[in-house]
């Protein structure tokens, strides 16, 4: 696609409901990231994807968030019992690849949970 | 891991000054500095991006220097206008980016 897609782009669920969040990224981009943003700080690192692997999720900030990726291009962010500080938008990001500095950022998902 | 800090946290300025909001790296690993602007309710929108090969960068109103020795980056806006008027994030990356905590900038008429 043209861009990095997001949805849904707002979510409202209740507390201990389980949710997933959809990205899908530029075609051929093989490097794929999650971040989360709370209201007034900059993006927080979750998750990132080099093709169908996770590379590195140090960010995940517990065992309630798993994400996949396992064709190598969509992934979806998935929360267990969500709680109401999981509130925030959750930002994802592609890039080509390996020594490719590009990154593109979706217009997020806004999720709170009530 | 990698830590960026970013001052000021607000920055305010009357319409034609310059602003400059300074950031500093702690992993000498990360070889990519960019700069994000970002409005209220938007995603995070790149304005301009360095590499550690690079010490200056220059485009229009915008530049960003970088002292990799220092391990600090520096984004500068000229002339300022309120459209220039948001929220912007500095971060550094090797593999991954890692922000600042962002300036609120605001440029008065």
């Known amino acids: 696609g043209a861009g990095v897609s997001q949805t849904p782009s707002n979510k409202v669920t209740e507390k201990g409901k389980y949710v997933e969040l959809r990205c899908d990224p530029i075609s051929g981009h093989t490097a794929l990231y999650w971040y989360r943003q709370s209201l007034g700080q900059g993006p927080e690192f979750l998750i990132y994807?080099?093709?169908?692997?996770?590379?590195?999720d140090s960010g995940l900030p517990n065992d309630r968030f798993f994400a996949v990726r396992p064709e190598g291009s969509v992934s979806t962010l998935k929360i267990q019992r969500t709680e109401r500080g999981d509130s925030a938008v959750y930002l994802c990001a592609s890039r080509p690849g390996t020594g490719d500095f590009g990154y593109t950022f979706g217009s997020g998902t806004r999720l709170t949970v009530v | 891991g990698e830590n960026v800090e970013q001052h000021p946290s607000t920055l305010s300025v009357q319409e034609g000054d310059s602003a400059v909001i300074k950031c500093t790296y702690s992993?000498?690993?990360?070889?990519?500095f960019p700069w994000y602007k970002q409005e209220l309710g938007k995603r995070p929108q790149l304005i301009i991006d360095?590499?550690?090969?690079?010490g200056e960068k220059k485009d229009q109103r915008i530049a960003v220097t970088l002292n990799k020795t220092a391990k600090h980056f520096s984004l500068h806006i000229t002339e300022t206008q309120p459209e220039d008027s948001a929220v912007y994030f500095c971060?550094?990356?090797?593999?991954?980016?890692?922000f600042g905590k962002g300036t609120l900038l605001t440029v008065n008429p």
């Open positions: 971060a550094a990356s090797n593999y991954k980016l890692t």
């Open positions: 360095i590499r550690s090969n690079v």
């Open positions: 992993d000498s690993a990360s070889n990519y």
């Open positions: 994807f080099q093709g169908t692997g996770a590379a590195d």
